[in-house]
């Protein structure tokens, strides 16, 4: 099991501390033709450990308490900066301006007609070629009580951007609390009507960098109802019960066993969770893993989850502790909106206006467990 060691590209260090909270950062490696990229480490009272590094904004790991003792990196992520600069797999990155697939990727937002980047094929796939995930990020430490908890990364999309109209000015809160408790916060703000999308794109694996696959997993998702997918993997527009099918999760299911009953050999599908705006995160996801112990539960104010069980992932993916990250080796839960919105009129509306922010909060919330008190369904 993973006991925490970290590839970075130099070892200088810079202290934030007090007794509670510590904040390390260090160069994590530079661009052709721009600043440094940053890492930044911020460690909680338990020890446990978030990594962020401002290309992408991306989360490239998390180190929480396992049930024998130890920390286990519960987040997968790359090697080096020259492997996120080829990253396609989005790897902990945020993603926007707008996630998901839209198609077609001509939009109409208040009567006028915007063509969005077709870049997945004749589908506009999580922002473009060049999407929050390929930006250098501002960031600024936030001060708690009791030292430095967080970091707040900020980034400007200018207007017409991948062909979406308006300037943007999103800022991402990484908050890491002495409950184990990863706080992700996103806020957005516009001059001009625009379409926003802003999931966090972590890869997670509960058992570690040494466990190869997720079926293990036991996953729970707080949802009567699902959106079934057509053609390139965009929502039909429908909006189906999960009750005797293969997506219903609202009691624990065996991953591994969900997995092989499916027809694309994993899951990549949207959750509803609820079709009216809500202040506080509710509960959306629960998963358990056996060997570890490890609970991770997902609470968000987004009207619904992403489940994706990597299916993309492939044998060339190396990830950081050179383990490779093929098939169904990790998995995400990228709470947003309804994909393709903007197309489905009946979906909850993803546009943002001047003076109605985009502001969302996710939360993942960390324990150990040494059984689960429930009974877990192996053959779905």
């Known amino acids: 099991m993973n006991r925490c060691k970290h590839i970075f590209c130099c070892c200088c260090y810079a202290y934030y501390d007090d007794s509670r909270y510590r904040m390390r950062t260090q160069t994590f490696g530079k661009m052709a033709f721009s600043q440094p990229i940053q890492l930044y480490e911020i460690e909680n009272q338990h020890g446990a450990v978030l990594s962020i590094i401002n290309y992408g904004a991306r989360i490239i790991g998390l180190k929480v308490p396992s049930l024998q003792g130890g920390l286990v990196d519960v987040v997968c992520g790359l090697k080096s900066l020259e492997d996120y600069e080829k990253d396609d797999l989005y790897f902990g990155a945020i993603v926007g301006r707008c996630a998901g697939r839209i198609a077609p990727p001509l939009v109409t937002i208040d009567g006028k007609s915007h063509h969005l980047t077709a870049n997945s094929g004749d589908v506009h796939l999580h922002g473009g070629l060049n999407g929050f995930d390929k930006a250098i990020w501002k960031v600024d430490p936030i001060e708690g009580e009791k030292g430095v908890e967080g970091v707040r990364l900020r980034h400007v ?35 001009e009507a625009t379409i926003v999308n802003l999931p966090q794109h972590s890869y997670f694996n509960l058992g570690g960098s040494e466990e190869r696959d997720i079926y293990d997993h036991v996953v729970t998702i707080s949802s009567e109802t699902y959106l079934p997918m057509g053609a390139n993997s965009v929502p039909t527009g429908e909006i189906l019960p999960v009750k005797n099918t293969v997506f219903d999760f609202q009691t624990p299911q065996n991953l591994g066993a969900a997995i092989r009953l499916t027809s694309d050999d994993g899951f990549d599908n949207y959750w509803c969770l609820t079709t009216t705006p809500h202040h506080t995160p509710k509960n959306a996801v629960n998963v358990y893993h056996p060997k570890t112990g490890i609970n991770m539960e997902v609470l968000t104010t987004q009207p619904g989850v992403l489940m994706y069980t990597g299916n993309y992932l492939h044998k060339a993916v190396i990830g950081k502790y050179n383990n490779v990250l093929d098939r169904h080796s990790a998995l995400c839960f990228e709470t947003q909106g309804y994909p393709n919105a903007i197309n489905v009129p009946t979906f909850p509306s993803v546009i943002v206006r001047p003076g109605l922010p985009y502001d969302h909060t996710t939360i993942w919330r960390f324990s150990k467990v040494k059984h689960k008190n429930h009974t877990v369904n192996e053959d779905v």
């Open 157 to 191: 999309s200018p207007a017409g951007t991948e062909g979406y109209p308006g300037e943007l000015v999103t800022e991402v809160e990484y908050r890491l609390t002495n409950d184990n408790e990863v706080i992700v916060r996103i806020k957005a703000t516009c001059q």
